[in-house]
C-alpha cells in the first residue's frame, strides 16, 4: 500500500482516494466557482501528490512542485497561482521555509497558503498559523474537508484583496481630489494676481481717453473698446473669483461673519454693480427690483452679496433679454429673496442636481461657466440656516427662491469666524 493511501484509509470517517474522487467530483458540479482557481500543490512524496491532485483537479487547476525550490520557481515563473497548498514535513527547509519566502516577497504576500501536516495536535496548528498560514490540516482529514478549505481559504483571499483593491481606489481617488483642490486654489490665485493690475489700467486709460483722443469720434471709439476690455476684464474676474471661492469652499465650511445685514441693501449694491459694469445692459435684461423696505437679519452680508450675484448672473446669462424680477420677503420669522426670469429654464429632472458642484443643465457650447455658482450659493445659504430652492421648466424661465432664518443661524450652524471674502469690488 503506498503511503498516501495508507493516510487516507486510517483516517476514522475519512474518504478513501477512489471515494475521494467521487466527493470531489460531486462537489464539484453544484458549488464549482465560476472560474477555476489555480493552485499549487507541494509535497515531497510522490503518492502524496498524485494524491492531491486527484482529490483537488475536479474542482481546482492543480500543479504539483516536488519541494521549497521546485515551488518558488514555478510560483516566480508564473506569478498566477491563487493558492499553495505545501506539506511541512519536507526536506530542506520544508513548508514553513517555502511559508516564510511567499510572506516576505511583497508579490506573494497576499497568496494564501494551506499547511497539510501529519503532526497532530493544537500545537502544530498554532505553530503554523503563527507563521502566516491561512489554515493547517492535520493528517488523516476526509477529501470533503480539503476542498471546503481550500475554497474558503479562496473565498477569504479574493474577499480580503477586493477590499484592498478598494481601498487602494479610495486613496487614489482622495489622493486626486486633493491635488486638483490644490491645483485649484494655486491656479485661482495666480490668475487673479495679474487681473487687479489690469482692472486698474483700463480705468487709468478711460479716464484719460478723452485728454488722448484727437476728436470726438476718435474719443467715442476709444471709450467703446475700452468699455468692452472693461467688461470682459469683469468677466475674467467674476470667473476667477468664483474658482478661488471653490477652492475655499471645498476645503471646509465657509467662513461667516455674522452681523445684522439689511438684505434689500444687498439686493440694491449687487444690481448697481451688474449695471456699473455693464453686464445689465449686455445681457438686454430689464432687471426689476421689487423691495419693501429694510429686511433686516443676522446674515453675513458679504456672503449674501455673492448668493445674489450668483443668481442675478444666472438670471442675466440664462434670461438673455428677458424681464427678470428680484423681489424680497419678510414675515418676521423668514425672509425670502425671489429671482426669476424668462429665460431657458431648467428640465425638472435636473432641479436637484445643479446645486451639486460642477453641475450644469445648460449646454457647453452655449453657455459659459464652472457650475459651482449654486453648490456655492447653497452652503453659504445653508450656513446661515437657510434654503434654496428652484422652480422651472425649460423655455418657461426660472424661479429661485432662497429662505433665511431672520435670527440667524442656529449656534449650531454657524461657523463664527471671520476671514477675507473676495467682495464684488
Ligand atoms: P454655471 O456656472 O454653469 O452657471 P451654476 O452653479 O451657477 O453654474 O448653475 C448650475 C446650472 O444650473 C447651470 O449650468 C444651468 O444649467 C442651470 N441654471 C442656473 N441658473 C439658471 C437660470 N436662471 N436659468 C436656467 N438655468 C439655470
Known sequence: MNEALRWTATAEGAAAPHEADRDATAGAGAANPPVRACILVVDDNADMRECLTRVLSPSFDVTVAEDRQAALDLVN??????????DVMMPRLGGFGLLRALREDPRTRPMPVLLLSARAGEEASVEGLEAGADDHL??????????????????????????AARRALELHLQQAIQARDEFLSIASHELRTPLTPLRLQVGALAQQADAVAKDASASAWLHKRLDKVRRNTER?????????ELSRVVSGRIPITLEDVDL?????????????????????SDVRVHLPGPVEGRWDALRLEQVVANLLSNALKYGTATPIDISLESDGRLASLIISDGGIGIPEDAHERIFERFERAAAARHYGGFGVGLYVARRILEQLGGTIRVKSAPGAGATFTATLPVAGPSPAGCAGESETVSGLH
Open 77 to 86: 515563473a508564473e506569478r498566477s497561482f491563487e493558492l499553495v497548498l505545501t
Open 138 to 163: 492535520i493528517k488523516p482529514f476526509a477529501a470533503r474537508e480539503l476542498i471546503a478549505r481550500t475554497r474558503s481559504a479562496l473565498e477569504l483571499a479574493r474577499m480580503r484583496n477586493e477590499v
Open 236 to 244: 475674467l474676474t467674476r470667473l476667477v473669483d468664483e474658482l478661488l
Open 264 to 284: 434689500a441693501a444687498v439686493v440694491r449694491v449687487v444690481v448697481r454693480h451688474f449695471e456699473d459694469i455693464g453686464a445689465v445692459a449686455e445681457s438686454g
